[in-house]
């Protein structure tokens, strides 16, 4: 990466200084996996086959933000101050090209206890070298065939069964458990050189409360609203919902979906040497929403003094989210079909995604030592099959099929995962101005990962979101040179 920047003031206005920045970069990232023969051939017990992938993404960007003060020293202003950024992309990839991203907001600061800000922003994400280059991977999961037995009754139509000829199952094996003879489907998935950028718009509002009464508090609490179009993932959403996509929803053998399908025709059935090809995609649309809590606040005790130090001091600082809105849109030309996620984990929603999740941690520090405790939440989750389907039958007004779903949950593996409490210990000390060791244990109470089987996940859990490791414990030096 290369980059260069000026910034600086350009000139007062009556409220102060105008700030301002300007700069050009060039960035570029390449990356190669080489998998070994038998793991790229597949010959290597507890390992899915994957393929190498190797590639690069070049960039050159122009930039410049401003900021601008409007007002200052007034009764309820202290200060309004307004900013703005544009940013200029070009990226050598024939799905992206030349792209701009720009921003605008306000801050008013009413006074030294409270405050109010609000912002506007463009971006745009273009595909990283995983989405683009990642190799293809061959893994198997439960998912129900809508051309097979396994389907519902209710989907066993004959626009449905119009589709599954069209997609290769024979006339006569159509509905019947030859299609599908166990409930395990083989499904690729990797990277796409075709991919375009996400872009999305973000608005948020937010108040700072800084207390003249109680210092050393500071509390902000922001809303969020983000758009985003051109989400990148798996085709569809996943690959259940591809298989929905192309046989319940969009019904046309031409379609994206149905033609990541591939069948053996003697048969009808997607088994190995043919799968189902979830492949990365812009699939459709995100849109979230929520609150965001910060809160910081510390004080000095009279007792615990160390190393020379009069006392102590303790520090609480905290930040939650709570999740509102989740949904994805699999396909923004079928914009009533839509996922919506909150609370939910699964093959669909992919990771889980926790109404409510957070962070927080105290503190307690005298002269050289520290010593920290934190506390990491994660809300429960329930299993999609569960919660899409009674969301989307609350949609349609359909109480019949609000009651299957309620009646189905108890017979679901993993219907729901409890929430988790993580706790961490950690303590610092100083020798010196140059010296100092760091210790600890994270998941003091060897708190268990949530297990899942048959789909989704990693390891048979999804380590983005828990601790998977278990207790593990950490110790180091750092030394400042002289």
């Known amino acids: 990466m290369l980059a260069a920047t000026l910034g600086g003031e350009a000139f007062d206005l009556p409220a102060g200084a105008v700030g301002f920045s300007v700069g050009v970069e060039w960035r570029k990232a390449e990356a190669e996996y080489i998998p070994d023969e038998y793991l790229r051939s597949g010959d290597v017990i507890g390992f899915n086959p994957g393929l190498p992938t190797a590639g690069d993404v070049t960039s050159k960007d122009i930039f410049a933000e401003v900021r601008v003060p409007i007002l200052a020293d007034l009764p309820f202003v202290e200060s309004l101050t307004a900013n703005g950024g544009y940013r200029s992309s070009d990226y050598d990839l024939d799905g992206v090209g030349k792209v701009g991203t720009y921003l605008y907001g306000l801050d008013w600061r009413v006074n030294e206890s409270i405050g109010f800000r609000g912002q506007f922003q463009r971006a745009i994400r273009a595909p990283n070298i995983g989405d683009l280059y990642g190799g293809l991977q061959l893994n198997f999961q439960t998912l129900t065939d809508p051309c097979s037995s396994r389907a519902a009754v209710a989907n066993q139509t004959a626009a449905v069964r119009a589709v599954c000829e069209a997609t290769g199952v024979p006339a006569a094996a159509v509905f019947t458990a030859g299609v599908q003879p166990d409930n395990i489907i083989p499904v690729r998935s990797g990277g796409n050189v075709n991919l375009q950028e996400e872009s999305s718009d973000t608005r948020t509002l937010g108040v700072v409360f800084t207390p003249e009464f109680l210092p050393g508090l500071a509390l902000t609490l922001d809303y969020f609203d983000i758009e985003l179009d051109g989400a990148i993932a798996q085709l569809g959403g996943g690959a259940q919902n591809t298989l929905n996509l192309c046989y319940l929803t969009v ?163 993993n219907p729901k995962f409890s929430a988790k409490n993580y706790f961490d210990l950690s303590l610092t000390y100083g020798f010196g101005e140059r010296a100092e060791i760091h210790a600890g244990v994270n998941n003091v109470l060897d708190t268990d990962p949530p297990i899942v089987a048959g789909f989704g996940g990693y390891g048979n859990t999804f380590p983005a979101t828990y601790d998977y490791a278990g207790m593990t414990v950490f110790l180091g030096v750092t030394i400042k040179s002289f």
């Open 251 to 413: 019904q046309d053998a031409s379609s994206d979906f149905c033609q990541a399908i591939h069948r053996n025709t003697a048969t009808g059935g997607i088994t190995v040497p043919f799968s189902l090809d979830v492949l990365q995609a812009n699939i459709g649309a995100l849109e979230t929403s929520g609150i965001d809590l910060n809160a910081r606040y510390g004080w000095d005790v009279g007792f615990g003094g160390l190393g020379g130090a009069d006392g102590s001091r303790f520090d609480i600082t905290m930040a939650w989210t709570h999740t509102k809105e989740f949904t994805v849109t699999p396909m923004q030309a079928v914009p009533q079909n839509k996922n919506e996620c909150v609370g939910a984990y699964g093959s669909t929603c992919g990771e889980p995604i926790p109404e409510n999740k957070g962070v927080t941690r105290i503190t307690w520090s005298t002269g050289p030592l520290g010593v920290s405790l934190r506390h990491r939440f994660i809300d429960s989750v329930t299993t999609d099959r569960y919660v899409l389907a009674k969301r989307n039958a609350e949609r349609a007004g359909n109480q019949a099929a609000v009651d299957a779903a309620n009646a189905a949950l108890a017979t679901y593996t």
